[in-house]
């Protein structure tokens, strides 16, 4: 999904931080990234502190909030990925700011490199996106993309990084609306962490159908019409982090009791029931199990 080249983006919704710590991975700690990122993406849980624990934590270093550089408009969204989270975060805002009468308030959005502090632990590129609720915030390391591409085999093209940054939006909106508080963290098929993961899903479609309409503060609409292939391209990424694909990457066999996201199938159906339509679908705790 692209942006009008001349629809202007408001960066002071973001943050970006450089500097930190930065991982020191070696030998077979890479393998461990891999299977922690596996655990906690798009959980909107930390687990850097398992990482922590077997050695891949780094060392620290000073840290600066440096403001995003060239980053004015949706011609720059297109070019440049850290841009493209900065001009979807003001759309994000935008439309979700119109779906609540009151109580909206908007989550900080921190873009970093390497590592960086959060109210929920260590915020890590090894571990990927999340949304941790005790700060309210979305923490993502744009680095996460080239990730799903040759780690876990999705084509992460625009569409998919803007669905990344959606679903984490769509956990601080399940926060806000209680729904996160109603999500047991067990596992399993029907277990509140599948239903909270689903529902994230199923807001990002809600987003990505009404982007085109969603306009800068000039009256701009931010975004052109989504494709068929840009939809096809976030497909790619919902079936490549849906929990029977993952478990058979990593060379075991499927097992529904240890479930916390939901399937491929699952994913992509949620996704698609939002932006078909809309939010007021999105009832994932409202269903049956059957239903899911």
């Given at each position: 999904?692209?942006?009008?080249d001349?629809?202007?983006?408001?960066?002071g919704?973001?943050?970006?931080?450089?500097?930190?710590?930065?991982?020191?991975?070696?030998?077979?700690?890479?393998?461990?990234?891999?299977?922690?990122a596996?655990?906690?993406?798009?959980?909107?849980?930390?687990?850097?502190?398992?990482?922590?624990?077997?050695?891949?934590?780094?060392?620290?270093?000073?840290?600066?909030?440096?403001?995003?550089?060239?980053?004015?408009?949706?011609?720059?969204?297109?070019?440049?990925?850290?841009?493209r989270?900065?001009?979807?975060?003001?759309?994000l805002?935008?439309?979700?700011?119109?779906?609540?009468?009151s109580?909206?308030?908007?989550?900080?959005?921190?873009?970093?490199?390497?590592?960086?502090?959060?109210?929920?632990?260590?915020?890590?590129?090894?571990?990927?996106?999340?949304?941790?609720?005790?700060?309210?915030?979305?923490?993502?390391d744009?680095?996460?993309?080239?990730?799903?591409?040759?780690?876990?085999?999705?084509?992460?093209?625009?569409l998919?990084?803007?669905?990344?940054?959606?679903?984490?939006?769509?956990?601080?909106?399940?926060?806000?609306?209680?729904?996160m508080?109603?999500?047991?963290?067990?596992?399993?098929?029907a277990?509140?962490?599948?239903?909270?993961?689903?529902?994230?899903?199923?807001y990002?479609?809600?987003?990505?159908?009404?982007?085109?309409?969603?306009?800068?503060?000039?009256?701009?609409?931010?975004?052109?019409?989504?494709?068929?292939?840009?939809?096809?391209?976030?497909?790619?990424?919902?079936?490549?982090?849906?929990?029977?694909?993952?478990?058979?990457?990593?060379?075991?066999?499927?097992?529904p009791?240890?479930?916390?996201?939901g399937?491929?199938?699952?994913?992509?159906?949620?996704?698609?029931t939002g932006?078909?339509?809309?939010?007021?679908?999105?009832?994932t705790?409202?269903?049956?199990?059957?239903?899911?």
């Amino acid at each position: 999904m692209t942006f009008n080249d001349n629809a202007r983006i408001d960066t002071g919704k973001v943050q970006r931080r450089r500097g930190g710590r930065v991982a020191a991975i070696g030998g077979g700690g890479a393998l461990v990234v891999i299977a922690v990122a596996l655990l906690s993406q798009f959980l909107g849980v930390d687990l850097t502190p398992i990482a922590q624990t077997v050695g891949l934590g780094g060392q620290s270093s000073s840290e600066q909030i440096a403001p995003l550089e060239n980053c004015e408009t949706g011609a720059d969204a297109n070019a440049n990925d850290e841009c493209r989270m900065a001009a979807a975060a003001d759309s994000l805002d935008v439309f979700w700011a119109d779906q609540f009468e009151s109580g909206y308030r908007a989550p900080g959005v921190i873009l970093y490199s390497g590592s960086t502090d959060s109210a929920c632990g260590t915020a890590s590129a090894a571990i990927g996106p999340f949304y941790c609720p005790s700060d309210e915030s979305i923490y993502l390391d744009t680095a996460f993309f080239a990730t799903l591409r040759s780690d876990f085999g999705a084509t992460a093209g625009p569409l998919a990084q803007m669905y990344v940054l959606a679903h984490e939006w769509g956990h601080h909106v399940s926060n806000l609306t209680g729904d996160m508080q109603r999500a047991d963290r067990g596992s399993g098929p029907a277990s509140g962490s599948v239903r909270l993961e689903l529902q994230a899903d199923c807001y990002a479609g809600a987003w990505v159908g009404e982007a085109s309409t969603v306009t800068d503060a000039n009256g701009q609409a931010f975004m052109r019409p989504v494709t068929a292939d840009e939809i096809a391209d976030a497909m790619n990424a919902a079936a490549s982090i849906g929990d029977d694909y993952i478990q058979q990457r990593s060379g075991g066999q499927v097992n529904p009791e240890g479930f916390t996201h939901g399937t491929s199938e699952q994913r992509q159906r949620w996704f698609q029931t939002g932006y078909r339509e809309g939010v007021a679908a999105c009832g994932t705790f409202d269903v049956s199990a059957g239903s899911l």
